[in-house]
């Protein structure tokens, strides 16, 4: 897309270390999402209110490009020429911990851009900055995929090519725009693939977001993989990106500091994602509507998490929560914790983190979160940002600090010689005492409703020898240890009282068939008189009526 007032600057060729090569090239953009995380993320840094992705053709099959533009400060020709000679060192790390507007700047690496080789080799960037100075560079990757079957040997390799123009921009508006051209099929599989069985939530102009959740939730999605790989894209944008929460979530009505405090912080970056027009949010929202446990408290609880220390001089800040439900999480992708940093999630769900919340396998698959980590863990990060070097302390330091809080018996030595103190009363610990009086109480509910039914079938008996029965006659249920077995049904002007002295408890079988028996047997000798004949028929009878 050329413009008739531009200038020629120059070609030149795009460098980076054979290091960045080599861990580019092991394919670490697992995802379309993962690889358009970088472009938002880069659009994010920019300041940018919005950034739109959108497709040339509503006809996913038919799909030739894809546009990513947002309306940030852009990019000078300078500073685009200088960042794409010195891939692996980001004029960011320059630029300060800040955006002008207070953003927390993400960017650190400055690979971001090679993440779009994954979908093409080919694109073109367009961008204007505030006083109207615009710039147009056509970059072709195919070096880049030359480049990866080089000796590591080499310090310098090219591994693309770039045309690079300036024009004035008469429109006066900061904006950038990426156009992908010529998208390799397998990118094209991975964002609009078939597959075989899977559901798809199909967008209209009436649908959201949150009809898409909605979606999810009443027909029980149990895995991504159960849905249409655009959907899936969809879904995992709004987990990775720096977008905010659907209003009711991640947890509907969480009375919880640290949930505010991080709704409100995303909020206050006035960010927005949309894709084909659809706003992009965060898909987490609990407790699902088809789990029905909305009005059942005790069957959900949200867990806060404050993290705020000094390590080697490194300062490290951020906020946690964790939620569990007594019944499984779904999808299953968000069984676990999800690590944020910088407000991007890096990773996936399952990590180190997953592991040590808890040591029950149940609770695991009852349990999600996230971590929002501020600063401290710049070293720790991994050059493909979607990862982390687990060995670095200070990643260990976090570690081990949301383990105190979660699963502190099994903290290892080398977490207390780091200065980490165990949580009194840590998740993993409350969730078990939660789920025991649960099940107590679920015991306690089942008897009740089990007497209640063992009621109805006693009242019309009861009620054709003459005991009132205004209301299912009430039956009480009494341990004396040092008494003998006895039986007494009590009556008096209102209602009937079975009450059943007992020596020991017993199982629900066995106290169902006893209490029958024991009624039965007064109402027996009640109609037989002293008559030990009528007595067995009439037994017999009731017997035979109520089992």
């Not at 009005?295 to 080697?312: A, M, P, R, S, V």
């Not at 929002?372 to 302390?393: K, T, W």
């Not at 200065?419 to 509910?445: C, F, H, P, T």
């Not at 009621?455 to 249920?477: A, H, Q, R, V």
Request: glycine share 4%; net charge neutral; charged share 25%.
């Amino acid at each position: 897309m050329s413009n008739e007032n531009e200038v020629f600057v120059g070609q030149f060729d795009m460098k980076v270390a054979a290091k960045v090569i080599q861990l580019v090239s092991t394919g670490i953009y697992r995802t379309p999402a993962n690889a358009m995380k970088e472009l938002i993320s880069n659009a994010f840094d920019a300041d940018a209110p919005t950034v739109k992705i959108n497709f040339d053709n509503q006809n996913f099959e038919k799909v030739t490009s894809i546009t990513i533009e947002d309306n940030g400060k852009g990019i000078n020709s300078g500073d685009f020429q200088f960042s794409m000679t010195h891939i692996g060192s980001s004029l960011k790390r320059i630029e300060g911990e800040f955006t002008e507007s207070g953003r927390p700047i993400i960017g650190r690496i400055g690979i971001g851009l090679l993440s779009v080789g994954q979908a093409t080799n080919k694109f073109e960037i367009i961008s204007a900055i505030q006083n109207g100075t615009g710039m147009r560079a056509e970059i072709d990757l195919s070096a880049y995929f030359d480049a990866i079957k080089m000796t590591e040997s080499l310090d310098d390799l090219k591994i693309g090519n770039i045309k690079l123009f300036t024009f004035e921009d008469q429109s006066k508006r900061t904006y950038t725009k990426m156009i992908l051209k010529d998208l390799k099929k397998p990118f094209l599989r991975a964002l609009f693939g078939k597959l075989n069985g899977a559901k798809e939530f199909k967008f209209n102009h009436h649908n959201t977001y949150l009809d898409f959740i909605n979606w999810l939730d009443e027909n029980e999605i149990k895995r991504l993989d159960e849905i249409s790989p655009f959907n899936q894209f969809l879904y995992e944008l709004g987990l990775l990106t720096p977008v905010r929460y659907l209003d009711e979530g991640p947890v509907r009505n969480a009375e919880s500091e640290i949930v505010h405090i991080i709704k409100n912080r995303l909020l206050s970056y006035n960010f927005k994602l949309f894709v084909n027009d659809i706003e992009i949010f965060k898909p987490i929202l609990f407790p699902h509507l088809e789990d029905n446990i909305m009005k059942k408290k005790d069957y959900y609880k949200l867990y806060d998490i404050k993290i705020d220390f000094i390590y080697n001089d490194i300062k490290i800040k951020g906020y946690a929560y964790i939620y569990h439900q007594n019944v499984r999480i779904i999808p299953y992708e968000l069984r676990g914790i999800l690590i944020r940093y910088k407000n991007v999630g890096i990773g996936t769900y399952e990590n180190p983190f997953s592991k040590i919340i808890t040591e029950t396998p149940i609770d695991l698959y009852q349990m999600t979160g996230e971590i929002y980590i501020d600063e401290g863990l710049d070293d720790a990060l991994n050059i493909d940002r979607n990862s982390f070097f687990e060995s670095n302390e200070a990643y260990q330091k976090v570690l081990f600090e949301i383990m105190a809080w979660t699963n502190p018996q099994n903290l290892p030595q080398s977490a207390f010689e780091m200065g980490i103190k165990a949580i009194k009363n840590y998740v993993s610990k409350d969730v078990r005492n939660r789920m025991s009086k649960l099940r107590e109480k679920k015991r306690i509910n089942k008897f009740n409703n089990y007497i209640e039914q063992l009621s109805l079938k006693l009242s019309p008996l009861l009620n054709s020898i003459g005991y009132p029965i205004d209301e299912n006659p009430e039956i009480k249920i009494n341990i004396y240890k040092n008494k003998n077995e006895a039986n007494i049904v009590q009556l008096n002007n209102k209602k009937t009282l079975i009450e059943i002295n007992l020596v020991k408890k017993y199982n629900r079988n066995i106290l169902s068939n006893l209490i029958i028996f024991l009624v039965a047997n007064k109402v027996a000798q009640k109609l037989a008189d002293n008559n030990f004949n009528k007595f067995n028929e009439e037994f017999s009878k009731i017997i035979s009526k109520l089992l």
